[in-house]
């Protein structure tokens, strides 16, 4: 069983920054990819970027490409989302999910950011 836990969500100024975290109890953890995703007021859950297990592989929602970068760290059990440039757009829940063979099992209760313009 894995157990995520975001945070690092808040309000901050377009043009601003904030970093995400994920941290994940459980060692099958370091073989899992994983995902953030972002759910709007009124809008559907979306995909915002991707990790395999290595750290070697990356993948962006064009919208954030440039501005957002996903990495992790296995020995402290945690991916991160590091957010640049953040647009009122980017406003929404964040969570963060994990999984292996493509499937994202277990996810996080969410943490919020939220982009002043």
């Known amino acids: 069983q894995v157990q995520l836990v975001e945070t690092g969500g808040g309000l901050v100024q377009a043009g601003g920054s904030l970093r995400l975290s994920c941290a994940a109890s459980?060692?099958?953890?370091?073989?899992?990819?994983v995902g953030w995703f972002r759910q709007a007021p009124g809008k559907e859950r979306e995909f915002v970027a991707s990790?395999?297990?290595?750290?070697?592989?990356?993948d962006y929602v064009d919208s954030v490409k440039g501005r957002f970068t996903i990495f992790r760290d296995n020995a402290k059990n945690t991916v991160y989302l590091q957010m640049n440039s953040l647009k009122p757009e980017d406003t929404a829940v964040y969570y963060c999910?994990?999984?292996?063979?493509?499937?994202?099992?277990?996810w996080g209760q969410g943490t919020q950011v939220t982009v002043s313009s």
């Open positions: 459980g060692r099958a953890f370091a073989n899992f990819g």
């Open positions: 990790i395999t297990w290595t750290g070697r592989t990356t």
């Open positions: 999910a994990a999984g292996g063979l493509g499937q994202y099992t277990y």
